[in-house]
């Protein structure tokens, strides 16, 4: 055995050698003789990578030469498959019996001394693609009535189908159906009687065609009766517009077929209503909006025969609604709690008694029912809450439709007025005070102020924005008890306040008193007292003694400082005066006056002597009276 192997070893190497050196044939047996050369094998058909469809007949062809033997034919030419094994001997050889897939195809060729040399080639053998059903539902029709031919097919190769589908056999398809393994069912009605071999034809991507038929017997169809209509009304039918009417029918059809009926309730060709299954949904209500004689006409299908038509007649009365004429509310801007009045003007044409229904504030609910409300015109309504509200009315004659109308009412929150002072008080004439307050408004309505500093009924002031501007100085000319009033509005509403008995004094206090009595050739003592009471100086101050004919003195030597105004004696009506220029704020001036009272006056009469003191800053008159005993 070692010996063989060296043998083989050495005839291999030779083999190389001669291979290396040009000589040899292309892949053959290496046994034998080393004189022999190898034969060449050559597959000459089919071509490589040729596609065959499944079951065909393929042949095979090739050559096998040898230098030595020269062609080579019969069972020197073998063939065979890498799937199927061996396929036979000698060329042309013809197989038909190739499985489907992926083939490589060997020729192998032997010379005379035993060396051999293949050749291949590779070709597919694809499957045919598979029907395993073909049906059609149904198989048994009559004419004008759709059928539907179903299949189940596929390919083992997974190539794409289509499908011819051939509904008479004439050999021309009526159908092609791409991807119909997927795609699988085809729906055909036939016009004609008879009986019809439906072909399917499956073709795959390398137009291997299979085919299946199925039958379809197409017969006469039956004869189908028309619908039937017993019966159709309307109730009422007579009516006015606005009222319903309901429409009545009794409709069968002989062949079970299930009805439809098309209502058009005034005969103008177009149906309001659709009614489906109508021999058991037998009526349907309607509501005239205008008056008139209607045709109303009611047709029944049982979708085969020409519909059955009928008609009833009905008369619809006119009624007109009513009418609002006019809507309104006074006032339409008002504060919570306050009362508002809606008045209206409403009429109807048929003297139909009216009704009015008001709802406050269009939420549904009726708060005033107002009978006979074409004369009774009005209704007053007090709103506890601020807001917007639409009020409707609604009027109705209880025949014709209800009409409406609305209207937009504002109600606020009314201002509040928190606080209202003066400072100072009390106040002095001709000295600045401030009126100081405080106002808010909860819907944030932006506020106006109006200030009468006496409350004459003028307002002395006008104050925008007054919930931010808080305040005004006025400076009162004269002393008094005074009552100050302040107006505040949102726009919508307003409230006051006032601050009663606001004592405005003089700065200027004037005090004049009498000692002793009165004595008719005695003397009357004036002590004349000017004081600043004020925080600030008063400027150009005055006394101004008025002498009464009772009195009289002498400028000089009578009055303390000496008296202005007379010419020595200051007698009856004329003016003593006194300059007293500025007095500061907190300062007093005594005036004294030692009048003589004239020998001629009457026992019991009542001496007065008017004292003026005046200001460029006030005026102040003081009457002092006295009775001579």
């Known amino acids: 055995m070692s010996s063989v192997k060296w043998v083989q070893g050495v005839a291999i190497s030779m083999s190389l050698l001669l291979a290396a050196c040009g000589g040899g044939g292309g892949g053959g047996d290496s ?3 080393t004189s022999n050369s190898a034969p060449t094998a050559a597959i000459t058909a089919p071509a490589a990578g040729s596609v065959y469809p499944e079951n065909s007949s393929i042949s ?66 694809n499957a045919a693609p598979l029907i395993s059903s073909v049906t059609a539902t149904p198989d048994s029709v009559s004419s004008g009535v759709q059928t539907t031919f179903n299949w189940s097919i596929s390919d083992a190769d997974d190539d794409t189908l289509t499908c011819g589908l051939d509904t008479d056999a004439d050999g021309t398809d009526d159908y092609t159906i791409d991807d119909c393994a997927n795609n699988t069912s085809q729906t055909h009605t036939y016009a004609q009687t008879g009986n019809y071999p439906v072909r399917l034809t499956v073709t795959d991507d390398i137009n291997t065609e299979v085919q299946q038929t199925v039958n379809v017997t197409v017969t006469t169809p039956p004869t189908n009766s028309p619908p039937q209509v017993t019966g159709f009304s309307a109730t009422p039918d007579t009516l006015n517009t606005g009222d319903a009417v309901t429409f009545n029918w009794t409709a069968n059809d002989p062949d079970g077929d299930t009805l439809t009926c098309g209502l058009d309730i005034n005969a103008n060709g177009t149906d309001d209503y659709t009614i489906n299954d109508c021999a058991n949904s037998t009526s349907q209500m309607h509501t005239f909006n205008q008056a008139g004689t209607f045709q109303v006409r009611l047709s029944v299908s049982d979708g085969i025969n020409t519909p059955e038509v009928t008609t009833v007649d009905v008369t619809v009365t006119g009624v007109h609604s009513p009418s609002i004429d006019s809507f309104s509310a006074m006032p339409n801007a008002l504060a919570t709690g306050a009362s508002t009045t809606y008045n209206w003007s409403v009429s109807d044409t048929e003297g139909h008694t009216l009704t009015c229904e008001l709802d406050i504030n269009a939420d549904g609910t009726i708060e005033h029912t107002i009978n006979d409300c074409a004369n009774n015109t009005s209704q007053a309504h007090t ?75 003028t307002n002395d002031y006008t104050i925008d924005d007054c919930a931010n501007i808080a305040s005004q100085g006025y400076t009162y000319a004269a002393s008094g008890n ?43 003592p004036y002590v004349i007292t000017v004081s600043n009471v004020s925080a600030q100086p008063m400027d150009d101050v005055s006394v101004v003694f008025t002498v009464p004919p009772e009195l009289r003195f002498y400028f000089t030597t009578d009055a303390e400082p000496n008296a202005a105004g007379c010419s020595g004696w200051c007698e009856n009506g004329e003016e003593a005066s006194w300059a007293l220029n500025t007095l500061a704020a907190g300062e007093s001036r005594t005036i004294t006056i030692n009048a003589p009272v004239v020998a001629g006056a009457m026992a019991g009469s009542l001496i007065t002597a008017p004292v003026r003191v005046t200001s460029s800053d006030v005026i102040d008159i003081v009457n002092v009276s006295k009775t001579v005993a």
Not at 428 to 434: G, P, S
Not at 490 to 518: C, F, R
């Open 31 to 33: 046994e034998g003789d």
């Open 60 to 125: 095979f062809s090739g050559t096998g030469t040898d230098s030595e033997d020269g062609a080579l034919t019969d069972t020197a030419l073998e063939w065979s498959s890498s799937k199927d094994g061996a396929l036979g001997t000698g060329t042309p050889l013809v197989v038909t019996t190739l499985t489907t897939g992926n083939h490589t195809i060997t020729l192998k060729v032997t010379d005379s001394g035993g060396k051999t040399d293949m050749d291949t080639i590779s070709l597919v053998v």
């Open 383 to 457: 709103y506890e809450q601020a807001g917007t509200y639409q009020v409707r009315l609604s009027v109705s004659d209880g025949i014709a439709p209800v009409v409406q109308s609305t209207i937009d009412i504002t109600v606020s929150t009314p201002p509040a007025i928190s606080e209202f002072t003066m400072s100072p008080n009390p106040a002095y004439a001709t000295v600045a005070t401030t009126f100081y307050w405080q106002v808010s408004d909860a819907d944030g309505d932006t506020l106006t102020c109006e200030l009468d500093i006496d409350a004459d009924g």
């Open 482 to 524: 005074y009552t100050a009033r302040l107006t505040v509005s949102d726009g919508i509403s307003e409230v006051q306040t006032t601050l009663s008995s606001l004592e405005i004094v003089s700065p200027l206090l004037v005090d004049v008193s009498v000692n002793g009595p009165a004595v008719a050739g005695g003397r009357v």
